[in-house]
């Protein structure tokens, strides 16, 4: 016979997930139902698929709506949490111990803000309570430690290197490593050995995301990392002037040869916001990202503004991303947000789903 707690589950068969376009029952998104027939309560879990889920309020507010309508419900307690899912391991790909999705962020040319991109990226994914880890894979050109504001030298023990934590992320660079202003003069095998060490001799921990800072262009880091670790995608950066645009579609194309997914464009400098006045002015073109991501068939994350602010948060180590007063906070936060989506959709569509949960008694 139907009990009340088979009332609500059904009740929540009819909540779909925004993004997979599945009810969170199939997903087994729902987990530790309790229903007190006596009392009229229910209480249970939404399991989501990342911290960073920016359906999350929706979500909660659908099961809600949906459990108040079985009769005999008279109150409702919901529990939000998360549980990264982590990218299917390519062949010939060796996965990082800890790390579940690893993204990195590159972009055709020098310029564009990559780095204030990634870094901000990585602090917004850790400000939801994403364990997030960040690399600075720009060997030549270290800049994460002074944008972090983070210095010393990483402890080494048990032969893995200690990452330091700067605003809940966890980051290793070889600004680290190297006396500050000795230039690293290095070849390709040298490049791919440094870049294996920094991946798979650190303890990362157990990482939901692992951002890596690309260097510029289409060289031999960027495929070294494609063609060694499992990357859950990449992220390309640009600003609107036609030749950026030109150098995105080159690094779009560069993923895509080596199989490694567009997760999105981020258009850096977007345009100009005076800080005195705030008044907007479009002074690299206009809606050039969002173009190029129609072209390429991928998601456009989102625009970011030229701002003062912004190169002066970076200045002092203090990213925009971890300031909640900052008016770029929720840009980069949206961001972040929907880069996670894509992952959580992708690794859906690769069948990587939570355990069932178990049947009513």
């Known amino acids: 016979m139907p009990t009340l707690k088979d009332a609500v589950l059904d009740a929540l068969r009819t909540v779909d997930d925004p993004d997979l376009h599945k009810d969170l029952v199939t997903l087994n998104m729902i987990r530790a139902l309790e229903v007190d027939e006596e009392a009229g309560q229910a209480r249970f879990t939404v399991c989501l698929t990342t911290p960073a889920c920016p359906m999350k309020d929706k979500i909660r507010s659908d099961c809600e709506e949906a459990v108040r309508k079985v009769p005999g419900i008279k109150d409702i307690q919901i529990e939000m949490t998360a549980e990264v899912r982590q990218t299917p391991p390519g062949e010939g790909r060796e996965a990082i111990r800890g790390v579940r999705n690893i993204v990195a962020v590159g972009s055709g040319k020098g310029g564009v803000g990559k780095?204030?991109?990634?870094?901000?990226?990585?602090?917004?994914?850790?400000?939801?309570?994403?364990?997030?880890?960040l690399l600075d894979a720009d060997l030549y050109g270290p800049n994460v430690p002074s944008m972090l504001g983070v210095a010393g030298r990483p402890r080494v023990i048990e032969n893995r290197i200690v990452p330091l934590t700067a605003h809940g992320v966890s980051v290793i660079s070889m600004g680290f490593l190297v006396e500050e202003g000795q230039p690293l003069v290095w070849r390709g095998p040298m490049l791919h050995g440094a870049l294996r060490q920094l991946l798979h001799d650190v303890a990362w921990g157990q990482q939901d995301y692992l951002i890596i800072d690309l260097p510029p262009g289409t060289g031999d880091v960027q495929l070294s990392l494609s063609q060694t670790v499992p990357l859950a995608g990449a992220v390309i950066v640009t600003t609107p002037q036609n030749v950026a645009l030109q150098d995105a579609r080159k690094g779009a194309a560069m993923f895509e040869k080596v199989d490694v997914p567009v997760l999105g464009i981020v258009e850096n400098m977007s345009y100009y916001l005076c800080p005195a006045c705030g008044h907007r002015d479009e002074i690299f073109d206009n809606a050039g990202g969002e173009n190029a991501a129609k072209k390429l068939g991928v998601p456009f994350l989102g625009a970011l503004p030229l701002n003062t602010q912004i190169r002066e948060a970076m200045d002092r180590g203090r990213p925009v991303a971890a300031d909640e007063e900052s008016p770029f906070f929720s840009a980069y936060r949206d961001i972040a947000q929907a880069l996670a989506q894509q992952i959580s959709v992708r690794n859906a569509k690769s069948g990587n789903v939570f355990a069932v949960i178990p049947p009513s008694s």
């Open 115 to 133: 780095t204030t991109t990634a870094v901000n990226l990585a602090v917004a994914l850790a400000k939801t309570g994403a364990r997030t880890a």
